[in-house]
């Protein structure tokens, strides 16, 4: 199974963008790439997902590099909401349903 | 409002007793998940099921047992067999379209402590 690579903590001053980055050298040609975050004491939410075009959603963008071994999310304007911790997933099994949780990236925004 | 409800918030049991986690969903997905979270650490799946009556292992399935009698509920019994059961348990739900492009939905988690 492909595996995702991320940093364990990242900080951004709020109102400015935040760049999350996910490296995943091992994907495959038809893994999607989805971004969850959790936010303190509760369950994790979808935010976005691609498999190679650059994707928007009212909650964020996902940049996919070409050659899809790597990924950023990117948050446009910070907000103290936004810490969380970001976790990049690659689905696996034989439906694409079963997601691997690393230990994600621990975003604090600073006011 | 359409969601993923579990009970209790949370749940405290004494050391070698069974206890039994609810999950239920009024979304109609056909597939349900239950993770297991430590402190610090990312969620880790213990058993999924695809559909009505079937189910499946996961990463970390042994000391746990499920059921799946109903497509809206999927309890989830931590035995007196898991050894380090204190944990944050969390349940989703997602259609089942397959290609990887189902969304997960999750509750809000129900935190478990042995005394």
């Known amino acids: 199974d492909a595996k995702t690579t991320q940093p364990n903590s990242m900080e951004s001053n709020e109102e400015e963008p935040v760049h999350l980055p996910c490296n995943h050298s091992?994907?495959?040609?038809?893994?999607?790439i989805h971004w969850y975050r959790q936010l303190p004491s509760q369950g994790p939410e979808y935010v976005i997902h691609g498999l190679t075009s650059n994707v928007n959603n009212r909650m964020a963008s996902l940049a996919i590099a070409e050659d899809r071994k790597s990924s950023t999310l990117i948050l446009h304007r910070a907000t103290l909401r936004d810490a969380a911790v970001y976790y990049c997933?690659?689905?696996?099994?034989?439906?694409?349903?079963?997601?691997?949780f690393g230990t994600g990236t621990s975003l604090t925004v600073i006011p | 409002d359409g969601g993923i409800t579990q009970s209790p918030k949370y749940l405290f049991r004494k050391e070698g007793q069974n206890v039994t986690l609810s999950c239920e969903q009024n979304l109609n997905h056909d597939a349900m998940y239950w993770y297991r979270q430590d402190p610090g650490q990312g969620l880790r799946l213990i058993y999924y099921?695809?559909?009505?009556?079937?189910?499946q292992k996961g990463d970390i399935a042994e000391g746990y047992s499920v059921s799946r009698e109903k497509k809206e509920s999927f309890p989830l019994t931590v035995t007196s067999a898991q050894k380090n059961p204190t944990a944050f348990y969390l349940c989703?739900?997602?259609?089942?379209?397959?290609?990887?492009?189902?969304?997960?939905?999750f509750g809000p988690g129900t935190r478990l402590t042995v005394l």
């Open positions: 099921s695809q559909i009505v009556n079937d189910f």
């Open positions: 997933i690659l689905p696996r099994g034989n439906t694409g349903n079963q997601f691997y």
């Open positions: 989703a739900s997602s259609d089942l379209r397959g290609e990887g492009t189902d969304t997960q939905y």
């Open positions: 091992t994907i495959s040609g038809t893994d999607y």
